[in-house]
């Protein structure tokens, strides 16, 4: 039975029983250890809240529980399982996009932690999704089997801060070539932001995306300007610029950095899949992590729903219990309809994916990378309100989640650019349809 003529819902036995597994271990290991995550990095400041020290003890720690029970790289799909060089860092149960997004919501209940002890938080994920696909046999074994393993983290350089990142044809980093002694040597150059991992003193590569200089050359295909290059880290020519802030968060000890790429020496060996090939080796990335951040999106959504819920039973004004004041009532029916609807247009592009892959299923994406984070971010707002000035608080979740759906409807494209492409594919959907009606007519 296809994914499609199934329940969005429903799950094999060995993943329902693996799912289980994953509940227990977020609820009973891993949200426990937030405020010792937290309290850890209280004690440091500055650029001391990027060093190896910064990293809390029970990060390892839970990693290896991880590991021991079966929850580690859970995000490889079933497309790239003969791409991984070692059979020990497969999955036990390979999983479909929508198996996995069911799984991953878990995961979203504990943004900080729990996909990053699971070996499959971002950036990582997408970056060996890439070198699973595209990398050579010797890139594999320098980056990808120390991914696999959680020996090592990654960042991805994209974003610039002096164009309009938005459009990925503005992009001016430069990858510039030349022949010495027979031997082609690149110069990478440029200025890069939002490069999340790049602060982690655990990331030891950056992907990095550049323009291809094509002085002299007679191809103008602006889809065919980029290239994607391998940067080992650290490296001389690369300097980590400033830590950047979301909303007052530094998310230390990985958090988001300015990049300042000067004058860095690569050759043909750095390269990823050649020259040109920057949008079709983006593309292949963006789509599945745009689904993998939906999925985490609706696990915050749906912890602060419950939160909300037992506040509402749990505290009294007025005279009366929250959840029985009519606007209680009105933000726990709109939440728990917002956090379904959320889950089942998620659920329902993973399905899509699993079907007919990412580039068929670019309007679902679309859709969802709009609509997800705003369903979710009411529902964490509501329970905001709920709780009062505790819900501002750090002594519960819901202020760092706002920032964090905030901003994914920035993250891996803005709003406006993912309802530009949903418009076209509806139109363009809708002008085949008409001409297909017109020719059924003239027969």
């Known amino acids: 039975m296809s994914s499609s003529s199934c329940s969005l819902l429903s799950l094999r036995p060995e993943v329902v029983a693996l799912k289980k597994t994953l509940d ?11 405020a010792e995550f937290a309290e850890h990095l209280s004690k440091r400041h500055g650029d001391d809240r990027f060093t190896m020290e910064a990293v809390p003890p029970c990060v390892e720690r839970l990693k290896q ?12 799909p079933p497309r790239l399982m003969s791409h991984v060089p070692d059979e020990a860092l497969k999955p036990q149960i390979p999983l479909s996009y929508r198996e996995y997004g069911i799984l991953c919501e878990t995961m979203g209940r504990c943004p900080e932690l729990a996909p990053m002890v699971c070996n499959c938080g971002a950036p990582d994920t997408g970056n060996m999704e890439v070198l699973m696909e595209f990398g050579t046999p010797a ?7 120390p991914l696999l393993r959680g020996e090592i983290r990654s960042t991805f350089l994209m ?17 510039k070539k030349r022949i010495v002694g027979g031997n082609v040597e690149y ?11 790049a602060g982690d003193p655990r990331c030891r590569v950056a992907v990095v995306v550049a323009r291809t200089d094509t002085s002299g050359s007679s191809n103008s295909n602006k889809h065919l300007a980029h290239t994607i290059v391998l940067v080992g ?3 001389p020519g690369v300097k980590v610029k400033r830590a950047l802030t979301v909303m007052g968060y530094d998310d ?3 958090g988001h950095a300015q990049v300042e790429l000067n004058a ?4 043909n060996d750095d390269l990823v899949l050649g020259e040109g090939s920057g949008f079709r080796v983006s593309q292949a990335r963006l789509g599945p992590g745009r689904i993998h951040h939906c999925m985490r999106a609706i696990g915050m959504a749906a912890r602060s729903y419950e939160l909300m819920l037992q506040r509402a039973m749990e505290r009294r004004a007025f005279g009366k219990y929250l959840w029985e004041h009519g606007g209680c009532q009105e933000m726990i029916a709109d939440s728990a309809s917002d956090v379904e609807a959320a889950r089942l247009l998620t659920l329902s592009c993973a399905s899509a994916l699993d079907d007919v892959g990412p580039r068929i299923a670019r309007d679902k994406i679309a859709s969802i990378k709009v609509t997800v984070p705003e369903l979710c971010y009411r529902v964490v707002d509501r329970s905001v309100q709920v709780h009062g000035g505790a819900g501002l608080s750090e002594d519960f979740p819901m202020a760092k989640f706002l920032a964090g759906l905030r901003s994914l409807r920035i993250a891996d494209g803005p709003d406006a650019v993912h309802r530009r492409t949903l418009a076209l594919l509806e139109i363009r959907k809708a002008k085949k349809r008409m001409q297909d009606e017109l020719k059924r007519s003239r027969l």
């Open 159 to 175: 974003t610039e801060p002096d164009v309009s990142s938005s459009d990925p044809t503005n992009l001016s980093t430069t990858l």
């Open 139 to 145: 890139q594999k074994e320098k980056y990808l089997l």
């Open 24 to 34: 227990d271990f977020v609820e009973n290991r891993v949200i426990p250890c937030e």
């Open 187 to 197: 110069t990478l150059t440029g200025n890069k932001w939002w490069s999340t991992g």
């Open 65 to 76: 529980e991880a590991k021991q029970l079966g929850l580690w790289n859970l995000f490889i």
């Open 233 to 235: 880290l650290p490296h």
């Open 252 to 254: 230390a000890p990985y």
């Open 264 to 267: 860095v020496s690569l050759n």
